[in-house]
C-alpha cells in the first residue's frame, strides 16, 4: 500500500483509506462484531487513514474506532474525525466554545488526548469566509487538542478557499468518475499548497460497485432511499447527486472498458488515488471482505499492472455522454 504525506504534519497516511459513516448510521444496521472486522481488515491490509465523524451514529463510529486502536497501541493509523453537523447549520452555531465542546466529545469517544486530525463537516461557505474561527482552530491545535485541522466540502467553490488558509491541512472532496469537476481547478490548487486531498464518495455510494440495477432497493433508514432528492441534506451526498438510473447506466458502459479480473471498483478507486493532488481515498466498508478488496484497489497503483490511462480516457468520455451536462455546473 502506498504511504502518502498527510500535507505538511510530517505524517504518512494510505493512498486507500477508511470512511466509517457506515459503522455509524444511514446505511442500514451493521453490528458492532462487523464494525470491529472491518475495522480490522483494513488496518491488516495497510490502511493507515480512518476517516469518521461525531455525527456516525452520534458518537457510535469514534467509539468504535477508539476501542479498536485501545487493543492495537502501535497501530500507526491516524484517525481523522470532523465536526459541526450536530447543530443547525448556521454562521452563528459556529463558535470557539463549540469547537471546544465537540472537540472534547470526540476526544471522549475515541479515548485519545489529542485527536490527529479534525475536519469542518461541510460547514455553510460563511464558516469558511470566517477569519476568527480558523484562529479558533489553531488555539484548538496550539493548546494539544488536536493535532491539525481540515475542511470537508460540498463545492469547489468551497475547496479552493478552504485550500487558501495556510492552516488548512486537508480538504475533503467528492471525487469519483462521476464527479470530475475537482480535477479542473481543486486538485491542481491544493498540491500547489500542499493541502492534502481526501477523495469521498468514491464509489457514488455503491453506483460503481457495478452491482445495482434499476430494480435495486436500499432499506428505509438508508440514505440512499430517504436523500435521493435533498431531503435530509445536500443531494450530492447521494449517489454524488447522479440520477439513479442515469448512474446506472454509465457504470454498465465503464465496466465494458475493463479487462478480465479487474472490477469496476478496484478500478473507480485506484483511478481516483492516481489523480495528480489525491492524498488518499477513502470508500466505506461494511463487511471485512469489502474492505479488504477496497485495499486491494491500492495493488493496481503499481507500474504494469493496469492501464490507468485507457481507464481515465473511459472515465472521461462516459461521463461526457452521461453526466457532465447535469453534475458538472454544480457542486
Same mark, same amino acid.
Given at each position: 500500500?502506498?504511504?502518502?504525506?498527510?500535507?505538511?504534519?510530517?505524517?504518512?497516511?494510505?493512498?486507500?483509506?477508511?470512511?466509517?459513516?457506515?459503522?455509524?448510521?444511514?446505511?442500514?444496521?451493521?453490528?458492532?462484531?462487523?464494525?470491529?472486522?472491518?475495522?480490522?481488515?483494513?488496518?491488516?491490509?495497510?490502511?493507515?487513514?480512518?476517516?469518521?465523524?461525531?455525527?456516525?451514529?452520534?458518537?457510535?463510529?469514534?467509539?468504535?474506532?477508539?476501542?479498536?486502536?485501545?487493543?492495537?497501541?502501535?497501530?500507526?493509523?491516524?484517525?481523522?474525525?470532523?465536526?459541526?453537523?450536530?447543530?443547525?447549520?448556521?454562521?452563528?452555531?459556529?463558535?470557539?466554545?463549540?469547537?471546544?465542546?465537540?472537540?472534547?466529545?470526540?476526544?471522549?469517544?475515541?479515548?485519545?488526548?489529542?485527536?490527529?486530525?479534525?475536519?469542518?463537516?461541510?460547514?455553510?461557505?460563511?464558516?469558511?469566509?470566517?477569519?476568527?474561527?480558523?484562529?479558533?482552530?489553531?488555539?484548538?491545535?496550539?493548546?494539544?487538542?488536536?493535532?491539525?485541522?481540515?475542511?470537508?466540502?460540498?463545492?469547489?467553490?468551497?475547496?479552493?478557499?478552504?485550500?487558501?488558509?495556510?492552516?488548512?491541512?486537508?480538504?475533503?472532496?467528492?471525487?469519483?468518475?462521476?464527479?470530475?469537476?475537482?480535477?479542473?481547478?481543486?486538485?491542481?490548487?491544493?498540491?500547489?499548497?500542499?493541502?492534502?486531498?481526501?477523495?469521498?464518495?468514491?464509489?457514488?455510494?455503491?453506483?460503481?460497485?457495478?452491482?445495482?440495477?434499476?430494480?435495486?432497493?436500499?432499506?428505509?433508514?438508508?440514505?440512499?432511499?430517504?436523500?435521493?432528492?435533498?431531503?435530509?441534506?445536500?443531494?450530492?451526498?447521494?449517489?454524488?447527486?447522479?440520477?439513479? !438510473? #442515469?448512474?446506472? /447506466? &454509465?457504470?454498465?458502459? @465503464?465496466?465494458?472498458?475493463?479487462? $478480465?479480473?479487474? =472490477?469496476?471498483? *478496484? +478500478?473507480?478507486?485506484?483511478?481516483?488515488?492516481?489523480?495528480?493532488?489525491?492524498?488518499?481515498?477513502?470508500?466505506?466498508?461494511?463487511?471485512?471482505?469489502?474492505? !479488504? #478488496?477496497?485495499? /486491494? &484497489?491500492?495493488?493496481? @497503483?503499481?507500474?504494469?499492472?493496469? $492501464?490507468?490511462? =485507457?481507464?481515465? *480516457? +473511459?472515465?472521461?468520455?462516459?461521463?461526457?455522454?452521461?453526466?457532465?451536462?447535469?453534475?458538472?455546473?454544480?457542486?
Amino acid at each position: 500500500m502506498q504511504q502518502r504525506p498527510l500535507g505538511r504534519t510530517g505524517r504518512l497516511v494510505s493512498a486507500i483509506g477508511l470512511g466509517t459513516w457506515q459503522l455509524g448510521a444511514d446505511w442500514g444496521a451493521v453490528d458492532e462484531n462487523d464494525a470491529l472486522a472491518v475495522l480490522a481488515a483494513s488496518a491488516d491490509a495497510g490502511v493507515t487513514l480512518f476517516d469518521t465523524a461525531d455525527v456516525y451514529g452520534d458518537g457510535r463510529s469514534e467509539k468504535l474506532i477508539g476501542r479498536f486502536l485501545a487493543e492495537r497501541p502501535d497501530h500507526g493509523i491516524t484517525v481523522a474525525t470532523k465536526m459541526g453537523r450536530r447543530v443547525d447549520q448556521l454562521r452563528e452555531n459556529y463558535t470557539e466554545e463549540a469547537f471546544r465542546g465537540w472537540t472534547e466529545r470526540s476526544r471522549e469517544n475515541l479515548g485519545v488526548e489529542t485527536l490527529d486530525l479534525v475536519q469542518l463537516h461541510c460547514p455553510p461557505t460563511e464558516v469558511i469566509a470566517a477569519d476568527d474561527l480558523f484562529d479558533a482552530l489553531d488555539r484548538l491545535v496550539e493548546d494539544g487538542l488536536i493535532g491539525a485541522y481540515g475542511v470537508s466540502v460540498e463545492t469547489c467553490e468551497q475547496a479552493l478557499a478552504a485550500i487558501a488558509r495556510p492552516g488548512v491541512t486537508n480538504v475533503q472532496i467528492i471525487v469519483n468518475p462521476f464527479r470530475l469537476k475537482p480535477l479542473d481547478e481543486v486538485l491542481p490548487a491544493a498540491a500547489a499548497a500542499e493541502v492534502a486531498i481526501f477523495a469521498r464518495v468514491p464509489l457514488a455510494s455503491g453506483l460503481l460497485s457495478g452491482k445495482y440495477t434499476t430494480a435495486t432497493t436500499f432499506a428505509s433508514d438508508d440514505h440512499r432511499s430517504y436523500n435521493r432528492h435533498g431531503e435530509a441534506f445536500d443531494r450530492g451526498e447521494t449517489f454524488s447527486g447522479v440520477d439513479f !438510473e #442515469a448512474g446506472i /447506466a &454509465a457504470a454498465s458502459e @465503464l465496466a465494458t472498458t475493463l479487462p $478480465d479480473g479487474v =472490477s469496476l471498483p *478496484a +478500478a473507480s478507486l485506484a483511478w481516483i488515488a492516481a489523480q495528480p493532488g489525491v492524498t488518499s481515498v477513502i470508500p466505506g466498508a461494511r463487511t471485512p471482505q469489502q474492505a !479488504e #478488496a477496497n485495499a /486491494a &484497489a491500492g495493488a493496481l @497503483l503499481e507500474p504494469g499492472s493496469f $492501464d490507468l490511462d =485507457s481507464f481515465d *480516457a +473511459a472515465v472521461h468520455a462516459v461521463y461526457d455522454r452521461h453526466l457532465r451536462e447535469a453534475i458538472h455546473p454544480l457542486w
